[in-house]
């Protein structure tokens, strides 16, 4: 299998070579750009499977990559490694999408682990849905080739996360499914996740495909199960 094309974007020299030294040696073909132009740059020209972005660098910071790379690259997983590790940083982080959060000082085994769940879940969006990569979802348009959720006119981000649910849910229309197979499919067990993170992951869910979030009709709760879709 041929390396995974990786773009890392890491101002540190020592860092930069020692890390990219390792995630080639793991499987990945490398390129490195030091600051937000070089990487804009490289990402006019070419597109990769996955993004490992610095947040502080000199002309900027990683959040205006992850942007760029949204807009125009969706479908490219992006894990930030970072010294920036609040969490207003790291909820920013993922509301631009990111499939994970790391802080530095970082453990390499951890860091591939991630990156290789990040990898896993984008493979599977890739595999089209029975009736193709657009479904109507509750009151939105849920496009899994550009990550996006349609409703009104207004298109609206979704996290690599957030397809992965939905699709799962829409797979398996008129069947409960477990809180443990939303987090199979959805994280990875070195997230340390809970049933609690799907509630909460579900309510922002419902927030854009519901009618009524408060008495939802499309994705339904399962006392004591998890949660049912229900095709209208």
Not at 18 to 30: D, P, Y
Not at 63 to 77: C, K, N, Q, V
Not at 173 to 178: H, I, L, N, R
Request: net charge neutral; aromatic share 6%.
């Amino acid at each position: 299998m041929a390396d995974v094309p990786l773009l890392m974007v890491e101002d540190d020299a020592n860092v930069a070579v020692t890390l990219g030294e390792r995630l080639r040696a793991n499987g990945f073909a490398v390129t490195h750009a030091p600051s937000v132009g070089d990487a804009l740059d490289v990402l006019n020209r070419r597109r990769f499977d996955i993004a490992l972005l610095d947040v502080g660098l000199p002309d900027g910071n990683g959040f205006d990559i992850a942007r760029r790379l949204r807009e125009t690259s969706p479908a490219t997983s992006l894990v930030f490694l970072t010294a920036y590790g609040t969490p207003e940083d790291r909820i920013h982080g993922l509301e631009l999408g990111a499939d994970d959060y790391v802080t530095k000082p970082f453990v390499f085994r951890e860091l591939l682990l991630r990156l290789q769940n990040a990898l896993k879940r984008a493979s599977y969006l890739k595999v089209d849905t029975p009736q193709g990569a657009r479904l109507r979802i509750g009151r939105a348009d849920v496009d899994f080739g550009r990550f996006t959720a349609t409703v009104d006119g207004t298109a609206h981000p979704l996290t690599h996360k957030e397809c992965a649910v939905l699709k799962l849910l829409h797979e398996r229309a008129g069947q409960a499914v477990s809180r443990d197979e939303i987090l199979d499919r959805a994280w990875s067990p070195d997230e340390f996740p809970s049933s609690r993170t799907v509630d909460n992951f579900i309510l922002r869910l419902r927030r854009l495909v519901e009618h009524d979030p408060a008495n939802p009709r499309t994705i339904r709760s399962i006392r004591g199960v998890g949660y049912l879709f229900e095709a209208t």
